[in-house]
């Protein structure tokens, strides 16, 4: 094989992966880049044609991208290009390989890699592109962004079965990321209420449900960087969903300014592939000092509501009451396969929720977990 060929890729941005730069290289310091390889795969525990499956559907590839949105006899030839030098590159077992190679007693003597197969042609990795994306959004599907975007390598696992109750509120939700991952008008979603309800947790169990979708979470003290943000993604042919967790401000705050513009009031339209799901436990999401209210504590609520009526789906989540409370703590522990005496769970319930300082769907988890582990380690409850 001609190893210059590892340095003439067409479609794919490959061309300074460390695997292939050091097959390139393995005319030059044979043993030394020969050694390389193996070490890399061995250490990923992949065989060749694994590592480059990866490499490929994970590469951040234009080409690629933009035969997922219209196929042309160029892009594609380029594609087929690219595959044909790798396939070339994986059909020499390593032993073969070795033969290309200056010949040296330190060479002969070390371990072979795995080749695998690698088999795919230029359809297969334009359908995962059309389906997942290309790059760092075909790898990972939620992120952060403050400035700039980074992959959330663990997220939480919570699914909409894990919440109890508030059905009607997570319909809501439910109902409105469905129609916008189908094309249809979608609302910006503002979820209100009391601390530990369950508004953050449906946001992420919403984001586990629906697995087209990608998830950015945005600090609200990084709301200024929206714009630039929105101008990022807009680009993407993929569905997101802009998360702001407590979402508040303080009186004069330009931040607000930022918000209502980017929601609904700015010149530039905010793209049709972006929706904003925020949530608060605040009713005025400007926060007021003493003087402000007692001078103008009217401008302030009508500034508060200038920005939620931006959104377009407002939902309301409250602290239950005691029925409601026990009927969660309930269903959790039937989820966790407890049993105890209902009389006992419930007045173990309303315990804990005394010393945690009020009843919430937050609080009823929380029980449940102390709870199983309590059982667990034969301990008073």
Excluded at 55 to 72: F, G, I, M, W
Excluded at 278 to 287: C, E, F, L, P, Y
């Amino acid at each position: 094989m001609n190893l210059a060929k590892l340095k003439s890729f067409c479609a794919f941005n490959v061309k300074n992966d460390e695997l292939l730069t050091d097959f390139y290289c393995c005319g030059y310091e044979t043993e030394d880049y020969y050694s390389e390889i193996v070490n890399i795969l061995l250490s990923k525990g992949q065989t060749l044609g694994e590592y480059l499956h990866d490499l490929l559907v994970y590469s951040d590839s234009p080409v690629v991208a933009k035969c997922a949105e219209e196929r042309t006899p160029a892009l594609v030839k380029a594609i087929e290009y690219d595959l044909s030098i790798l396939k070339e590159l994986v059909s020499l077992t390593s032993e073969q390989f070795r033969e290309t190679l200056p010949d040296s007693e330190i060479l002969r003597e070390m371990p072979a890699y795995d080749n695998g197969k690698f088999d795919y042609d230029a359809d297969y990795f334009v359908d995962f592109a059309r389906k997942n994306g290309t790059g760092i959004f075909a790898k990972y599907r939620a992120f952060s962004f403050d400035g700039e975007l980074k992959p959330i390598l663990r997220t939480d696992s919570i699914t909409l079965s894990d919440l109890k109750n508030y059905e009607v509120q997570r319909n809501q939700v439910v109902e409105n990321t469905l129609c916008f991952l189908k094309n249809q008008p979608a609302q910006n979603v503002l979820l209100y209420g009391d601390r530990g309800t369950g508004k953050s947790s449906t946001v992420k169990a919403i984001f586990n449900e629906f697995k087209e979708l990608r998830m950015v979470d945005v600090s609200r003290n990084d709301i200024n960087e929206l714009p630039e943000l929105f101008e990022l993604l807009g680009k993407i042919n993929m569905k997101f969903i802009v998360t702001i967790d407590d979402l508040s401000f303080a009186e004069n705050d330009d931040r607000f300014g930022t918000l209502k513009a980017v929601l609904d009031g700015s010149l530039a339209l905010k793209p049709d592939n972006i929706l904003i799901y925020a949530t608060t436990n605040r009713r005025k999401i400007v926060r007021e000092t003493i003087a402000d209210r007692e001078v103008s504590g009217a401008d302030a609520i009508d500034e508060s509501m200038s920005l939620s009526d931006r959104f377009g789906l407002f939902v309301t989540f409250l602290r239950p009451d005691k029925q409601i409370y026990l009927d969660i703590v309930k269903k959790l522990a039937e989820d966790k396969k407890i049993e105890i005496p209902e009389d006992r769970l419930f007045a173990a319930a309303e315990r804990f929720s005394m010393r945690r300082g009020g009843r919430s769907p937050r609080v009823a988890k929380q029980f449940v977990e102390w709870l199983k582990g309590r059982i667990e380690l034969n301990l008073e409850y």
